[in-house]
């Protein structure tokens, strides 16, 4: 049985892509259950926003990545960096990183490629959380090894426990030929205020790439993570409180990379079209999956006027959240 206490969504960042901008942050998201605060994605930016919402760093328990996108992990070891002067640690137990696994193999080149590219970091080009967090902690020794010795800082290790997330065997997932193969949501996190499970979604050549749905005693919050239409999300997000979900206007991607006159243009339309959702397809997806609240949330571009998401609304029935940094959404009677 969890315990009770009051719960909410905070949407701390709201902006997606690897881009600044002037009025959205990068994109992050907490859960709040009680005094217990638990984050998804780690955008640029997420550290500072979660002082803004008021939460110190001795209320984290858990941080989940749905992805490998830099506008999803860049920030992630400021969390230690910085967290150690914002009273991280005052934890009393690791917080606990959840995020994918390693790709194994670099994605195939975009087909409109005149040539394949060179791999980068061709001895281990394609690292999940837990191999990003050792090399970044490698890059970072002489900056951790003088908090530890002149600052008197606790140990990383004491503060933060990364580990990638572990498909079911079964369920046939190759990240070429086959990123988001039907399934069940699966278990990945459980504590006394949350139950986290996760499904695979369709967010190619990245992958894997998840969505995660936090249960608790007031309610339920989905996060779609960044993906295309996906048949797992629906299973994921049945009849959730809250879908937080990313979303594209499809009107401004042939615009912005002008309906594709250079190989690159062609590329970067494919990408949008099919690893992220129209505004249309967001009001879609909350209504056949029986959300009561649809969030949206990781916009691109992240300066469009607010009149055109709302027509995702034309599509849902329910309670329609056009996000803000910092926008609060609480969970059941709380």
Not at 75 to 88: A, H, I
Not at 138 to 151: F, G, K, M, S
Not at 245 to 262: A, K, L
């Given at each position: 049985m969890m315990m009770s206490g009051s719960a909410e969504v905070v949407l701390l960042g709201t902006s997606g892509g690897p881009r600044w901008r002037r009025d959205r942050t990068g994109i992050a998201s907490a859960v709040v259950v009680g005094d217990a605060v638990y984050l998804v994605d780690c955008g640029y930016g997420v550290g500072r926003q979660m002082i803004r919402a008021g939460f110190?760093?001795?209320?984290?328990?858990?941080i989940f990545v749905t992805h490998m996108h830099?506008?999803?992990?860049?920030?992630?070891?400021?969390?230690?960096?910085?967290?150690?002067?914002?009273?991280?640690?005052?934890?009393?137990r690791p917080v606990t990183?959840?995020?994918?696994?390693?790709?194994?193999t670099v994605p195939p080149a975009s087909p409109h490629a005149?040539?394949?590219?060179?791999?980068?970091?061709?001895?281990?080009?394609?690292?999940?959380?837990?191999?990003?967090?050792?090399?970044?902690?490698?890059?970072?020794?002489?900056?951790?090894?003088?908090?530890?010795?002149?600052?008197?800082?606790r140990h990383p290790d004491e503060l933060?426990?990364?580990?990638?997330?572990?498909?079911?065997?079964?369920?046939?997932?190759?990240?070429?030929?086959?990123?988001?193969?039907?399934?069940?949501?699966?278990d990945i996190y459980e504590d006394d205020r949350v139950r986290v499970t996760a499904t695979l979604?369709?967010?190619?050549?990245?992958?894997?790439?998840?969505?995660?749905?936090?249960?608790?005693?007031n309610g339920s919050v989905t996060f779609s993570g960044d993906t295309g239409v996906c048949n797992n999300l629906l299973g994921?997000?049945?009849?959730?409180?809250?879908?937080?979900?990313?979303?594209?206007?499809?009107?401004?991607?042939?615009?912005?990379?002008?309906?594709?006159?250079?190989?690159?243009q062609r590329s970067m339309i494919d990408h949008h079209l099919t690893a992220h959702t129209s505004i249309p397809d967001t009001g879609r997806v909350a209504e056949k999956a029986g959300a009561r609240t649809l969030a949206l949330n990781h916009f691109v571009?992240?300066?469009?006027?607010?009149p055109r998401w709302h027509t995702a609304g034309a599509y849902f029935s329910g309670n329609l959240v056009i996000g803000q940094d910092l926008h609060r959404i609480p969970l059941g009677g709380s």
């Open positions: 110190g760093m001795d209320r984290l328990r858990g830099s506008d999803h992990t860049v920030d992630f070891l400021s969390l230690l960096l910085y967290g150690w002067y914002e009273n991280l640690e005052g934890v009393d990183a959840l995020g994918p696994g390693d790709r194994g005149v040539k394949t590219p060179p791999t980068f970091s061709p001895q281990e080009p394609t690292p999940g959380l837990s191999g990003m967090a050792r090399h970044l902690m490698r890059a970072y020794a002489t900056d951790i090894n003088d908090r530890l010795r002149d600052n008197l800082r933060l426990s990364v580990r990638d997330i572990e498909l079911p065997g079964d369920v046939g997932f190759h990240p070429d030929t086959n990123p988001c193969p039907p399934m069940r949501p699966f979604v369709q967010h190619s050549p990245i992958a894997p790439a998840y969505a995660f749905r936090f249960d608790t005693d994921l997000a049945s009849d959730t409180d809250v879908l937080v979900h990313e979303v594209i206007d499809e009107q401004w991607v042939h615009q912005r990379y002008e309906n594709g006159r250079t190989e690159q571009p992240g300066e469009l006027e607010t």
